[in-house]
């Protein structure tokens, strides 16, 4: 599955393009930008936990 998760504050992070592919057993997040910090992939890490419910240990972020 794909999801783009519009309205949960990506935007305010600083982050314009975030897609999220939803396996299994992995979450893998696509991040529109040429580098993240360590604090940026936390930030990433919860909202997607909280919108889907998930623990970030199954959680990928890469840039693109």
Not at 20 to 46: C, D, G, H, L, R
């Amino acid at each position: 599955e794909m999801y783009t998760l519009q309205s949960t504050g990506f935007e305010t992070k600083g982050f314009e393009d975030v897609v999220i592919f939803v396996n299994t057993n992995s979450i893998s997040v696509i991040i529109k930008a040429e580098e993240i910090s360590s604090e940026q992939i936390a930030q990433v890490q919860n909202i997607i936990s909280r919108e889907l419910e998930v623990g970030a240990e199954i959680i990928h972020i890469s840039t693109k």
